[in-house]
């Protein structure tokens, strides 16, 4: 293995190329950075919250809320379809997984049951998850399946987290950290976001956008009073609309579901107003329900408010429109923000904020780089003293090309520094060093053995390198371990020693063949210098 193949050679020297062209970013200003030519790289080592300052939430989603709002949905919606059909009801009992719906009649069984097939269409994932069931000569269940429940939960959670993914990023907060935390909770962490409050609004807010009809046939006195009709409900008005509740129609006549874009735009005054547009299917359901009701009210419901209530002048079948209100610019932006990144499932509970200020990380910083560099002094220390200055120095000159590649690796790859990840970034140097510890050590006991020089060199490379590889198998697979389970600090840690098992591997073992090759050919030496 001491044979100096020209690949060795080759693959040393690409190592080399790609740890510098990726990590020098790492020495330039955002400005230069940006200045450089498009086909250079251009990105940085990104710091964590604890190195960079920022906010940090655990969220919790609320499921229990989503599941009940849905099921509350489903008797809705059964209501509407059966008295579109004509169909008698006397009663709509809610169940866990759905309702029960009783017949007036039971002769308009039939007619109930195929009524309510539209209920159970495919999805968007193209997934049927609700059935409709006779029980009894006068009862039809409607209800999620099985699997739609159990679903229901985690499938919460995994939606949550890209909608909050989509907020952050308009907010342009640069390398945000979003991971789910056991069953129903989500740890957000936003370095450089100085405004925790900001940051826990834009991410808070539901954003769940509703259309549907004004109930003009009954009183809104009445009805908070406490005489709401079934097939209503009674819902407060944002401060700006002047009006304090608002009787509205149950049935959504379009929800943000179809909303395809929204903007801040002007409306005829010339005031504030957020411009929206729906999707195919919204489009023609907003025109048709529009067509219907020319001359009536229609509410614009916003996690649970109406923030907006005209009158429909004509039908608007263009799928576009614009709510107007007494909008700032910064709260037109907020919401249109909110909308284009889409509705939460479920509501989400802050159960923990902290604040990590740019000192404190740049007090990390610091820590950081000196225990690197007292770990990474120690080690040269060492090799120079146990196997003098050119076994020493080669180990060095890996070691140097190991930090290089790992720093490389994190930028082309995108990964986040955490304080925890400098720990791995230590342990890694070590776990490096100690592949040339074994290998110097085989060495030197075939030398002291009476081998020559070339066969105790390729003797410890070939006889250590099975060990090399069993020490690094072991702990890549700890690392991916802890990557897999853990979370926060641990994933750091265990992401930086990830990548340094492999860059380890090709800086140790490498630089050490082609280093002692080279003088192996040029100095042609008699006796091993570390077997005196």
């Given at each position: 293995m001491i044979h100096l193949s020209r690949w060795k050679v080759v693959l040393l020297v690409l190592?080399?190329?790609?740890?510098?062209?990726?990590?020098?970013?790492?020495?330039?200003?955002?400005?230069?950075?940006?200045?450089?030519?498009?086909?250079?790289?251009?990105?940085?080592?990104?710091?964590?919250?604890?190195?960079?300052?920022?906010?940090?939430?655990?969220?919790?989603?609320?499921?229990?809320?989503?599941?009940?709002?849905?099921?509350?949905?489903?008797?809705?919606?059964?209501?509407?379809?059966?008295?579109?059909?004509?169909?008698g009801v006397l009663s709509i009992a809610r169940e866990p997984a759905g309702v029960i719906v009783t017949l007036a009649d039971p002769g308009q069984m039939?007619?109930?049951?195929?009524?309510?097939?539209?209920?159970?269409?495919?999805?968007?994932?193209?997934?049927?998850?609700?059935?409709?069931?006779?029980?009894?000569?006068d009862r039809v269940r409607y209800a999620y399946s099985e699997q739609a429940m159990a679903s229901m939960g985690a499938d919460a959670v995994t939606q949550s987290i890209e909608v909050v993914r989509r907020r952050i990023d308009s907010l342009g907060t640069r390398e945000p950290s979003i991971t789910r935390q056991?069953?129903?909770?989500?740890?957000?962490?936003?370095?450089?976001?100085?405004?925790?409050?900001?940051?826990?609004?834009?991410?808070?807010?539901?954003?769940?956008?509703?259309?549907?009809?004004?109930d003009v046939e009954n009183s809104v006195q009445d009805a908070m009073a406490g005489a709401v009709p079934p097939d209503s409900e009674l819902i407060p008005g944002a401060p700006d609309t002047g009006q304090a509740f608002y009787l509205v129609k149950r049935r959504i006549l379009v929800?943000?579901?179809?909303?395809?874009?929204?903007?801040?735009?002007?409306?005829?005054?010339n005031q504030t107003a957020i411009g929206f547009r729906f999707d195919g299917a919204g489009a023609r359901r907003f025109g048709e329900a529009t067509a219907a009701n020319i001359g009536r009210p229609f509410a614009i419901i916003l996690d649970g408010k109406v923030i907006s209530a005209p009158r429909i002048n004509s039908a608007i079948t263009g799928g576009s429109g614009i709510i107007e209100g007494s909008f700032t610019i910064e709260q037109a932006s907020e919401m249109v923000n909110l909308l284009n990144g889409g509705a939460l499932p479920a509501p989400l509970k802050v159960e923990e904020r902290r604040t990590v200020t740019a000192e404190l990380g740049a007090d990390a910083v610091a820590a950081g780089k000196l225990s690197t560099m007292i770990g990474f002094t120690i080690i040269v220390v060492f090799m120079f003293l146990?196997?003098?200055?050119?076994?020493?120095?080669?180990?060095?000159?890996?070691?140097?090309?190991?930090?290089?590649?790992?720093?490389?690796?994190?930028?082309f790859t995108g990964a986040t520094l955490t304080l925890p990840g400098i720990a791995g970034l230590i342990l890694t140097f070590a776990v490096a060093v100690d592949a040339n510890v074994l290998i110097y050590e085989r060495?030197?006991?075939?030398?002291?053995?009476?081998?020559s020089v070339i066969a105790s060199l390729d003797a410890g490379f070939n006889k250590a390198m099975g060990t090399i590889i069993d020490a690094n198998l072991t702990t890549l697979v700890a690392a991916l371990i802890m990557f897999i389970f853990g979370a926060g600090p641990v994933r750091g840690f265990a992401w930086t020693l990830t990548i340094g098992v492999f860059t380890s591997m090709l800086s140790a073992v490498l630089v050490a063949q082609v280093g002692l090759a080279w003088w192996l050919k040029l100095a042609k030496p008699k006796k091993l210098p570390i077997a005196e």
């Open positions: 190592s080399l190329l790609f740890g510098l062209l990726f990590s020098y970013p790492n020495l330039l200003t955002a400005d230069q950075r940006a200045a450089l030519p498009g086909w250079l790289p251009k990105s940085g080592l990104n710091l964590g919250l604890d190195l960079q300052g920022g906010s940090y939430l655990l969220l919790e989603v609320d499921v229990p809320a989503m599941r009940e709002k849905r099921l509350a949905n489903l008797g809705e919606d059964a209501r509407t379809v059966l008295a579109e059909a004509r169909v039939d007619l109930a049951i195929q009524s309510m097939r539209v209920l159970t269409q495919a999805n968007q994932s193209g997934v049927v998850d609700r059935v409709v069931q006779r029980q009894g000569a056991g069953s129903d909770r989500i740890v957000v962490q936003a370095p450089g976001e100085s405004d925790p409050a900001q940051l826990e609004r834009v991410i808070g807010q539901t954003a769940q956008l509703t259309f549907q009809m004004v929800s943000g579901e179809n909303l395809t874009k929204a903007e801040v735009t002007t409306d005829q005054a146990a196997y003098g200055g050119l076994f020493g120095g080669i180990s060095v000159v890996g070691l140097l090309l190991n930090g290089l590649l790992i720093v490389a690796a994190m930028s060495m030197r006991d075939e030398a002291r053995a009476g081998r």
